[in-house]
């Protein structure tokens, strides 16, 4: 595949993966079949940002999680009333790793 294409795929969508991880995402990107560039560069991600936002205002309802598409942890936090609000300030700090890593899954798929 281009470069530049590659590039700009990584300008625009680098900040829903981790930093160390953006080199090795572009190094297989470039490498990657032509056919498979439509449905890739068509992949809705998570931005962490935005689901570290619900994570404040709604994690004890497991929202966040739901979010992110972990539905075992979604329901757990629901029950738990977010796992009596420790599980909920936990995942402040670890939801946007969590969206990332996700993210990071999603587009292995293409690779």
Request: glycine share 10%; proline share 2%; with cysteine.
């Amino acid at each position: 595949m281009e470069a530049q294409k590659v590039d700009m795929f990584m300008m625009s969508n680098g900040k829903f993966f981790e930093s160390h991880n953006t080199n090795v995402i572009r190094e297989r990107l470039i490498a990657l079949d032509e056919s498979k560039w439509p449905m890739l560069s068509t992949t809705q991600f998570k931005d962490p940002t935005t689901t570290l936002i619900v994570s404040i205002l709604a994690g004890g309802l497991g929202i966040d999680r739901f979010m992110i598409g972990d539905t075992g942890m979604g329901i757990g936090k629901l029950l738990t009333c977010g796992g009596f609000g420790i599980w909920t300030i936990i995942d402040w700090f670890m939801i946007q790793k969590a969206t990332r890593e996700k993210n990071m899954q999603k587009i292995q798929q293409f690779m």
